[in-house]
């Protein structure tokens, strides 16, 4: 399966982000991070420019309060697949070009004349802040919100060419914009959440005694790239160390009575999947039957407690006090779900704290996981949309303790 191309920056897009420039009192937003280029440009990162984006040079993304097309500062290099995946953007390169043009169009055809004509007639500045701070200097920009891509030396290096121009933050601006998806969007979250369940079934097909952490997790990775994702996580937990999360699989092999334990994502199209799921081989203990059953009940609650217009604290609290009343008294948790979509985490956590309302839109995995060192990990995760009335699941995997 191929890849699909980037997402074109839908009207309402533009029009949430329009709102929130109107809501900081600036004239232009100016994206840097990855995720935040992509959603104001449609243009994705290539694995190439992925490493040379952290080596810093940089991306820009720029919507301007008088312009209704946003534009993309890029290394020229970027120059020719930003063009032939129909990026949505004015382009504005920058750096040198190290591709060889040919003097004549003679026998090249499609693609290969389209990328002679683009590098031809590119004209870049000499670097990315050179090139983003013309475009703000010429529409003249006094203020402008600007998210640093988690680098403040990119702030100061666009503070420095700007002189005049108040630079505000707006990385937290962009992040609660992107927490509402447009329908293509939640399509595509859809989808990949399907590769990382095939990745799931494949593992269940092999996880019997004798088969390491290690293998099970290398066919999961194996499915989700052979389906044209980026696999991104692959934790496989076996026994006791189903426990121990956040860390590389092991040799450990899977002997009768043993947790497995699976906690899955993968990058499809520059939007994230995240699941996860919890199986016992054999007949689960009597104990590993009632705390599943807790985590079973805690994240039910938080489903059925979602809706637009509730708070992501409420739903915090009627699944942490659900996961208590049925049978783990001393269940507590920093959060029990998080927005996903061109981030693993996106806006907004679900935490006790979190009073703002959702909206409907609002795509969030919700996760409610026990883990006990001694005894094992037990995770149950799902994706699901906010609406008015409640939720729709992106995931379909069944969520009840699987015996294998």
């Not at 009632?290 to 009627?318: C, D, M, N, P």
Request: charged fraction near 20%; aromatic fraction near 6%; include cysteine.
């Amino acid at each position: 399966m191929t890849a699909p191309a980037a997402v074109l920056p839908a009207a309402s897009r533009l029009g949430r982000l329009r709102a929130a420039m109107g809501a900081m009192d600036v004239e232009a937003l100016v994206a840097a991070s990855a995720a935040n280029v992509q959603y104001l440009t449609g243009f994705a990162l290539g694995m190439e420019s992925l490493t040379l984006f952290a080596g810093g040079h940089p991306l820009f993304g720029i919507l301007l309060r008088r312009d209704d097309r946003p534009a993309l500062v890029a290394p020229v290099t970027d120059l020719v697949p930003a063009v032939f995946r129909g990026v949505a953007a004015r382009l504005h390169p920058y750096g040198k070009n190290y591709v060889v043009l040919p003097e004549r169009a003679d026998g090249l055809e499609g693609l290969e004349r389209g990328a002679l004509e683009a590098l031809r007639a590119a004209q870049p500045a000499p670097d990315a802040i050179q090139a983003a701070a013309a475009i703000l200097r010429d529409a003249g920009v006094r203020r402008a919100g600007v998210d640093d891509g988690g680098a403040p030396s990119l702030h100061r290096a666009l503070a420095a060419a700007l002189p005049g121009v108040e630079l505000v933050p707006a990385a937290d601006a962009f992040r609660r914009v992107r927490a509402v998806k447009e329908s293509d969007v939640v399509e595509r979250l859809r989808h990949a959440a399907r590769i990382v369940e095939t990745a799931m079934e494949e593992v269940w097909r092999h996880a019997r005694p004798g088969a390491s952490e290690a293998q099970l997790a290398h066919r999961a990775a194996r499915v989700m790239a052979d389906a044209g994702a980026r696999p991104t996580l692959w934790y496989v937990g076996v026994g006791t160390a189903s426990a121990l999360v956040d860390r590389l699989p092991t040799d450990r092999a899977v002997a009768p009575g043993d947790l497995v334990m699976v906690d899955f994502g993968c990058e499809y199209g520059g939007y994230y999947a995240d699941l996860a799921r919890t199986a016992v081989v054999g007949p689960p203990a009597a104990r590993v039957a009632q705390y599943y059953a807790a985590v079973h009940a805690a994240e039910t609650a938080a489903i059925s407690r979602l809706r637009a217009g509730r708070t992501a604290a409420e739903v915090f609290r009627e699944a942490v006090g659900a996961a208590r009343r049925g049978g783990i008294p001393h269940f507590d948790r920093r959060h029990v779900g998080h927005g996903i979509g061109l981030e693993p985490y996106d806006l907004p956590v679900i935490t006790d704290t979190a009073e703002e309302g959702l909206e409907a839109g609002t795509v969030l995995n919700v996760e409610t996981p026990y883990y006990e060192v001694g005894f094992g990990g037990l995770q149950l995760e799902d994706t699901l949309v906010v609406t008015p009335d409640g939720v729709h699941l992106l995931s379909g995997a069944p969520r009840e303790l699987r015996v294998l």
